[in-house]
Each structure stands twice: as structure tokens, then as C-alpha cells.
């Protein structure tokens, strides 16, 4: 599969028409400057404890990545080889309902130390959210945001450049801690880095992904980590936090994402 040239964007209005882009940006920004909604806190990194001990799953393979407590947070390291896979799961019973009809926010405060890639199509560190099925009526679809060093762009799915592959991006410095918020809200997405959104685009469906284990249809979904045998990275990671208007956690199974 031939690597996708990349696409630097500030806000890719290409892929989708700029007054829905602007609604999808009011209505979520909405949604977590309410003071009503109490976000669900899945990892703070004051308190001194790894995300497992907080709201998080941590898988691994093979054995061989670290965590280590650093500074308000905790920092992954899959960067000795390339064939490391680490990340976390939220737990499957504190992950709220993710209605992208509805619209959520995931907010995480991370940092990419170090990031090396044997493919322009893979990243050390990733974010992945995918969205509630509405008990099976709705079809899983959600976004996968790959870090860099000095870019943060989308993973695509077969409607766009093919599937993972690199899709809209924005060439930034993601090596200082960074507070984001991953607006999400009638199948779409907004990055915000600070108080700028710096990308936006479709949600995307990958579903069509075959290898195994398979974690792309599975709905309620929330990983952050490296999925990949093609990168690694070493990535501080100091706080995450999901908002939404339902008030109810969602049961969903975590598997660990592998993909070559």
C-alpha cells in the first residue's frame, strides 16, 4: 500500500461544507464549555498513580514498554522497537455513551517526547474513538488521530484514500505538554490544541479492517497509545477526560489494537 501525500491543513474545509463544519464547531464547543456537565474524569496525573489505577486498561506486547510516573503524569515508552505495542483502554464501565449524533468531547493533555516511523502511514502514538451503535442500529464509526513529532493528521478509511492511510493533517509541534479536545459531533471532528482548532474532518468507518484481534467495531471505544509494529514513540500523557450529555456509562469490550 503506496503512502498518501500529505496534506497540511489548518481546518480542511475541502472535506466538508463550512457551515456544517461551523455547527459541529458551536454545538461541541458548546458542550464542554457547559458548566453543567461534570466531564468524566478517566486519568488525572496529579494524583501520582498510573492510569490503571485510575480509569484506564493497560494492554501490552510483547513485554518489553515502560511507564514510569514523571511530573504531573506518566510517560509511555514503546521507543526501543519498533514491534512494541502499549496503550490504554478506558475501562469499559466509566466510558460514558458516545453519541456522535449527540455529540462528546475527549479532552487529554499529552505530550510527544520522541516519535520514529518506518512508514508514512503509521505514527508512534495514537488516538482512537469510536462511537456508540445505539444498541446495533447505528454503524460504529469514530477517528483515529496519529502523532508525530512535528504533524497531527487522520487515519483513513476506504471511502477516502484508502484504509489507514495518511489522511488531512496539520503540521505542528506536539512535543511540549499540550491540552486537546477532540470534538465530536454528527460525524464530525474538530482538534483543538490550546484554544485553536488546528484540524477537522469526516468520521470515518473501519470497519472493513481484517486482522486480528479487530477493535474498529467495537462500538464506545477509547484508546491512546501505540497500535502500530511500525512506530514507537515515548509519549507523556497527563490528563484525560470525556464530556457528554449522558449521564449513564456504557459497557463495551477493549481489545488491544495490533496493526502491522
Avoid at 474545509?13 to 458551536?26: D, N, Q, R
Avoid at 495518511?166 to 471532528?189: C, K, P, Q, R
Wanted: charged share 15%; proline share 7%; no cysteine.
Amino acid at each position: 500500500m503506496k503512502p498518501k501525500t500529505r496534506l497540511f491543513v489548518v481546518m480542511p474545509v475541502p472535506l466538508l461544507a463550512l457551515a456544517g463544519l461551523l455547527a459541529a464547531l458551536t454545538a461541541t464547543k458548546a458542550l464542554a464549555d457547559n458548566p453543567h456537565l461534570a466531564p468524566v474524569v478517566l486519568y488525572d496525573g496529579s494524583l501520582g498513580t498510573l492510569p490503571a489505577d485510575q480509569g484506564f486498561l493497560f494492554v501490552v506486547f510483547p513485554s518489553g514498554p515502560t511507564q514510569t510516573i514523571s511530573n504531573g503524569g506518566v510517560i509511555l515508552d514503546t521507543s526501543a522497537t519498533h514491534s512494541y505495542y502499549a496503550g490504554y483502554f478506558g475501562q469499559e464501565a466509566l466510558v460514558p455513551t458516545l453519541d456522535q449524533t449527540e455529540g462528546f468531547t475527549v479532552t487529554f493533555a499529552a505530550s510527544v517526547l520522541s516519535e520514529t516511523h518506518a512508514s508514512n502511514d503509521r505514527a508512534g502514538f495514537s488516538i482512537i474513538v469510536l462511537s456508540d451503535d445505539s444498541g446495533g442500529t447505528e454503524p460504529v464509526v469514530g477517528i483515529e488521530l496519529a502523532f508525530w513529532s512535528d504533524e497531527i493528521w487522520a487515519q483513513d478509511d476506504d471511502a477516502g484514500g484508502g484504509l489507514f492511510t495518511h489522511a488531512e493533517g496539520v503540521a505542528m509541534d506536539t512535543t511540549a505538554v499540550t491540552l486537546y479536545h477532540l470534538f465530536i459531533f454528527s460525524n464530525t471532528y474538530i482538534l483543538q490544541a490550546g484554544s485553536a482548532p488546528v484540524l477537522g474532518g469526516r468520521l470515518r468507518d473501519y470497519s472493513n479492517f481484517t486482522g486480528f484481534p479487530d477493535p474498529y467495531e467495537t462500538p464506545n471505544l477509547l484508546f491512546l497509545g501505540d497500535d502500530t509494529a511500525s512506530a514507537g514513540a515515548r509519549l507523556k500523557l497527563d490528563y484525560v477526560a470525556i464530556t457528554t450529555l449522558a449521564t449513564e456509562p456504557q459497557l463495551a469490550y477493549l481489545p488491544l489494537v495490533r496493526r502491522p
